[in-house]
């Protein structure tokens, strides 16, 4: 599922490219996950979005995964959903959903524990550092991300104010995969994102 370690959430906020054309770009560079999230747009947009996400990240043979929506994930045919805390509870989520993948986002070991006990297939953890994306809360930290590695036997995707410089870390703390917004969509999308690739093959060769 999680390719070469990235997972690429969809951005609007520092691009002013479309949205397929800037997905496009990462999955030309190499990243095979996708997460589509939109907080602002109706469930019809989002849909109708998403429609056109999912032909595009097939064509590539690439994971696509819908936040939030479980029903709309099912309708275009998602690998899966990703929910938030006060999303549809896990329960409800996998009796739509079946045996597809549904990640959920957590903050603590509590959380942590309780979505591997529910039957997540994976956990987000964070935010590990500080984003501006959206209001995730206090940043967690690397420490924190290994305890959770510990105690929990799923994969766990890290999120959270990942760059360049700090992703090292990140995967030395354990994450199975690295959740990436605005670091790759803030300036040059392709080239971002290739750097990225290139720092986990580099550590995956050690």
């Known amino acids: 599922m999680y390719g070469n370690g990235i997972c690429f959430i969809t951005e609007r906020t520092y691009s002013t490219l479309p949205l397929s054309d800037m997905t496009r770009r990462v999955l030309e560079a190499g990243v095979t996950f996708v997460q589509y999230r939109d907080k602002e747009k109706t469930q019809r947009e989002i849909y109708d979005e998403a429609a056109g996400l999912r032909e595009l990240t097939r064509s590539f ?7 939030d929506h479980a029903d709309i994930a099912l309708a275009v045919d998602a690998e899966g959903v990703h929910l938030g805390q006060d999303d549809l509870p896990l329960e409800e989520a996998r009796r739509i959903m079946g045996n597809r993948i549904i990640g959920i986002s957590t903050h603590s070991l509590e959380q942590a524990k309780e979505a591997e006990a529910g039957g997540a297939d994976y956990i987000g953890f964070g935010p590990i550092f500080h984003t501006a994306t959206k209001n995730a809360g206090i940043p967690k930290g690397v420490d924190i991300l290994k305890i959770i ?41 392709t080239e971002n994102a290739r750097k990225f690739i290139r720092i986990l093959q580099t550590m995956k060769g050690r």
Do not use: L
């Open 61 to 67: 043979d690439a994971v696509f995964i819908v936040n």
């Open 149 to 189: 590695k510990q105690n929990v036997n799923i994969p766990v995707v890290a999120i959270g104010g990942i760059g360049i410089d700090s992703v090292a870390d990140v995967v030395n703390a354990g994450a199975d995969c690295i959740a990436i917004a605005t670091a790759i969509c803030k300036g040059d999308i």
